[in-house]
């Protein structure tokens, strides 16, 4: 059965950073797009990151680029987001999500397979 764990999210101060984990389970994660989405309070889910099977390519939204990479390790079946120079803005649930189509991209309703989510909040 397919599995989507996340973990890393936690209490941060503005400009301080989190590294996001993703751990990836029940099916051959090797040829699946993988992508993390936020949700804050009161907002609909945006996408933050997408990355493609191999991990040559690579999406970010514009309001995190330069600030988060996301990285993919299939060996280990895990994918990362790491978070720069935070701020209360990037306060919300992150979650991982997964999908076989190439042609995906940072809308949620084009990805499959979700997890749960881990919560970061970024405040003083």
């Known amino acids: 059965q397919w599995q989507l764990v996340e973990s890393g999210g936690g209490l941060v101060q503005p400009g301080e950073s989190l590294r996001l984990s993703c751990a990836v389970s029940?099916?051959?994660?090797?040829?699946?797009?993988i992508a993390w989405f936020r949700q804050a309070p009161g907002k609909e889910r945006e996408g933050v990151s997408a990355?493609?099977?191999?991990?040559?390519?690579?999406n970010y939204a514009d309001s995190v680029k330069g600030r988060f990479t996301i990285s993919r390790d299939n060996a280990k079946r895990m994918v990362y987001l790491q978070m720069n120079s935070l701020s209360p803005e990037d306060t919300a649930v992150y979650y991982c999500?997964?999908?076989?189509?190439?042609?995906?991209?940072?809308?949620?309703?084009?990805?499959?397979?979700w997890g749960q989510g881990t919560q970061v909040t970024v405040s003083s």
């Open positions: 999500a997964a999908t076989y189509s190439d042609s995906a991209g940072l809308a949620p309703n084009e990805w499959d397979y």
């Open positions: 029940g099916f051959s994660m090797d040829i699946y797009n």
């Open positions: 990355i493609s099977s191999s991990g040559h390519r690579t």
